[in-house]
């Protein structure tokens, strides 16, 4: 009895339902989709949900806002997301109506500490939070080197590294705070502005 039992739990874990399940999904357009990102119900972990859509990698916020994936690290269980546009004729980020980027708290995701955020347009309540909003801060070359930071320039802005927690899950955009951002992964102060690799670096926990 106990060798039948033994046998229908091998036959089951080898079935083709549960192997589909642990499956990498398909690539995206040019984009691989390693385990456990998921595309649909037949491959990948359904808690690490993505979705391609037209052949485009894209992650989905917490407020219902689409960010195209532009690369993806399995070994380090990261991806990069693109960060949202700035409209050409006044300062504001195209994810401004749902408040910025916001990850689901109880989801795998999180921000990583790989990124350089800058905040742009901002009011001067953003003078009392510990960031650096000088003269000299990263965001002013932004803005002065870079075509989309251009109709920033003469605004407040502030630069700060992402803090170390795992728990981060949100860069905000308002009206009355900062109504654009934009993001850096792995910054080199000493290189042009036009060099930076502008993204969103976001990891996933590791799966149980």
Not at 72 to 92: E, G, L, M, Q, R
Not at 113 to 119: I, R, S
Not at 128 to 152: I, T
């Amino acid at each position: 009895m106990v060798i039948v039992i033994v046998s229908w739990v091998i036959l089951m874990l080898a079935s083709p339902t549960n192997v589909a399940s642990l499956a990498a999904c398909s690539k995206c357009g040019n984009i691989e989709v390693p385990y456990p990102l998921s595309t649909n119900d037949n491959c990948g972990d359904s808690r690490y949900k993505v979705y391609c859509n037209n052949d485009i990698l894209e992650f989905l916020s917490a407020q219902g806002f689409y960010y195209k994936i532009l690369s993806v690290n399995p070994s380090a269980n990261t991806f990069i997301i693109s960060p949202p546009t700035i409209a050409s004729d006044i300062c504001y980020s195209s994810d401004l109506i749902v408040g910025g980027l916001k990850l689901d708290e109880k989801s795998p995701f999180n921000i990583s500490t790989h990124n350089t955020v800058m905040l742009l347009n901002c009011s001067d309540n953003i003078l009392l939070s510990p960031l650096n909003c000088s003269s000299n801060s990263l965001c002013r070359q932004f803005e002065e080197k870079v075509m989309e930071g251009n109709v920033c320039k003469n605004t407040l802005c502030c630069t700060f590294l992402k803090d170390s927690s795992i728990t981060s899950h949100r860069i905000r955009a308002r009206v009355g705070g900062c109504s654009a951002y934009t993001s850096v992964v792995d910054l080199n102060p000493g290189s042009s502005p036009l060099s930076w690799k502008y993204g969103i670096e976001l990891q996933w926990l590791p799966t149980n």
